[in-house]
């Protein structure tokens, strides 16, 4: 059989053999194998997606493979192995020589919109570069470069990081060449056991309770965001709420998720793509003083609902809120998510990981206890390449019941055998990349030691920031910082509030235009605020200093 033939999918290949034989155009039916839950899949597929090959549309899928058999393309251009080793050291040199050369960029990207796009051909090539990466490592400098926000710079302190590493990107080289996909145990067993072994580490490592492992009742996957993990983990809580029926039945408008306004917007997010709509979404109040949720306004919420008739699904409590890093009162919340039955879902996208220095466990007070399921981010502030989400919940079977979905064509011994996990049945999409790589060298690299010393050295400099800003009587800072961010305020005064938050804003801008730190912002109590999130791996206690020496000197150059 020839390699096309090989390649295409069965029923195309079929079809191509039909054509040459000058057949019967087929019929659908006659092509599908008679397995047994064929009808089923019909249903899950729409008619338009799984009967491409039927009416009017087979004339032209006739004519289009004759003429694919027709055409004589040449030999595929490959890299060799023996190519990719060159120029695989020399990408690898590349990424090195940034890396060096990072605190000479500036941070923020100075291109303009359209800028990157103007300097790249308009078309495709047509003949390839194969043979030679100097055409494309010369446009990766030249036009792509520039347009790049260098996220490992030591003065980036905007958002939160987005920790890179060297173990990191090399476990996701090892991915990339692999080339797995792990959508099944039996696609990919290690794909799997690894992750699951890596889950289960994390839970060691960051003090989370024994639950959570793979081994008992609960479980940890790698999600692709905490937005996706917030998603899911909504999934669970509805399939939880409703025993199972949101599954078949939808849900019917009833279901309620409770929130603060310091909560991420991924939450509200997910119950619009659940269909519970914003509406859905109660928002409970924050303590002035903290941000953190007030246990007593969300009891009155719950109660309140109930005595409606509505259905509270789900309490999303944060810990490290995106604003400020504010720390909710888990234990309190939990205790009212189990007096009326209401899964209780942690995220902490950013902090969770810091709970890999023992001093600083407490953020996670009451996970133990509460947490129906938990997410915190590898891809943001453990040296791990995105993406790394860290989910894990109490008991799978609400997750697995929400998403688990069977077509024949997946259907293996392993899977059937119900001995293995297939993480397909955790998350939205149905594929997945082979990410466990990068945490196994990230954690293997750095072990327990390296991985806290990296927190608390983070930790550390921002608590000598705050520090310094304390003590400077024209600045202020507005919010608790438990951690590596810090929330700051010049007092402008003199100033009406308006017109000092516009001060405020500007200064940002014009920190950010220098090109030495990228800063962003926030408002607290409607208040203009400056971030310093501090956690790129190459920012020290010089970069720390400069960064408060370049906001005074501006905030001067304002005043
Ligand atoms: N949740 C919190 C508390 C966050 O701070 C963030 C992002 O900063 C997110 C969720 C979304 O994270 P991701 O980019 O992984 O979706």
């Given at each position: 059989m020839p390699l096309m033939l090989v390649l295409l999918p069965p029923i195309a290949a079929e079809a191509l053999s039909r054509c040459r034989r000058g057949d019967n155009l087929p019929i659908v039916s006659n092509l599908w194998p008679p397995y047994p839950n064929w009808q089923r899949e019909r249903t899950q597929n729409p008619p338009s997606v799984s009967s491409?090959?039927?009416?009017?549309?087979e004339h032209r899928h006739c004519a289009a493979l004759a003429s694919v058999r027709g055409m004589s393309s040449g030999p595929v251009p490959h890299m060799s192995p023996d190519e990719f080793r060159e120029h695989g050291r020399r990408v690898v040199d590349w990424i090195a020589t940034y890396w060096e050369r990072l605190p000479t960029l500036p941070v923020l990207s100075q291109v303009s919109p359209g800028q990157v796009r103007a300097g790249l051909p308009g078309t495709p090539p047509r003949i390839g570069s194969h043979g030679s990466l100097d055409a494309l490592m010369a446009d990766l400098d030249e036009v792509v470069l520039p347009g790049i926000t260098h996220w490992q710079h030591p003065g980036f302190m905007a958002y939160f990081p987005a920790n890179a590493s060297g173990p990191s990107v090399l476990g996701d080289l090892l991915s990339s060449g692999l080339g797995v996909q792990g959508m099944l145990w039996a696609t990919s067993p290690a794909c799997t056991e690894l992750e699951q072994v890596m889950l289960d580490w994390l839970v060691d490592l960051l003090g989370l309770p024994a639950a959570f492992r793979n081994d008992g009742a609960g479980g940890g996957v790698i999600q692709d965001s905490s937005s996706g993990a917030n998603f899911v983990a909504l999934q669970a809580a509805l399939h939880h709420a409703t025993d199972g029926t949101s599954v078949t039945d939808g849900v019917s408008g009833s279901h309620i998720v409770y929130a603060s306004s310091q909560t991420h917007s991924s939450v509200e997010k997910a119950a619009r793509m659940a269909g519970l709509g914003s509406r859905a979404v109660r928002t409970v109040d924050v303590d002035p003083a903290t941000l953190a949720m007030v246990p007593a306004h969300l009891a009155e919420l719950v109660a309140a609902d109930r005595a409606a008739g509505l259905v509270p699904a789900m309490v999303a409590a944060t810990i490290g809120s995106t604003s400020t890093t504010a720390i909710d009162p888990v234990a309190e919340i939990g205790a009212v998510c189990r007096q009326h039955g209401v899964w209780l879902h942690i995220d902490a996208a950013f902090a969770g990981v810091a709970a890999v220095s023992p001093a600083l466990r407490w953020i996670n007070d009451g996970v133990a206890d509460y947490a129906d399921s938990y997410c915190t981010d590898a891809h943001k502030w453990l040296l791990t390449n995105f993406d790394a989400t860290a989910f894990w919940v109490r008991d799978r079977r609400h997750l697995t019941g929400a998403l688990s979905i069977l077509p024949e064509y997946l259907r293996n011994q392993a899977s059937d055998s119900g001995t293995v996990v297939d993480y397909r049945d955790w998350q939205i999409e149905l594929g997945r990349r082979f990410r466990a790589l990068k945490l196994w060298m990230v954690i293997g690299w750095y072990g327990a030691d390296g991985l806290r010393a990296h927190i608390e050295g983070h930790v550390a400099l921002a608590q000598e920031l705050a520090g310094w800003v304390e003590a400077d009587d024209r600045f202020e800072v507005v919010a608790p910082h438990p951690l590596s961010l810090v929330c700051l305020r010049p007092r402008w005064p003199g100033h009406e509030d308006e017109e000092a938050d516009g001060l405020t804003m500007s200064v940002i801008e014009s920190l950010n235009r220098s090109g030495k730190v990228f800063l962003t912002h926030t408002k607290v109590a409607g208040r203009a605020v400056i971030r310093v999130a501090i956690g790129a791996p190459a920012t020290t206690h010089e970069h720390v200093q400069d960064v408060w020496n370049v906001i005074r000197a501006e905030v001067a150059a304002h005043s």
């Open positions: 491409s090959l039927t009416g009017g549309t």
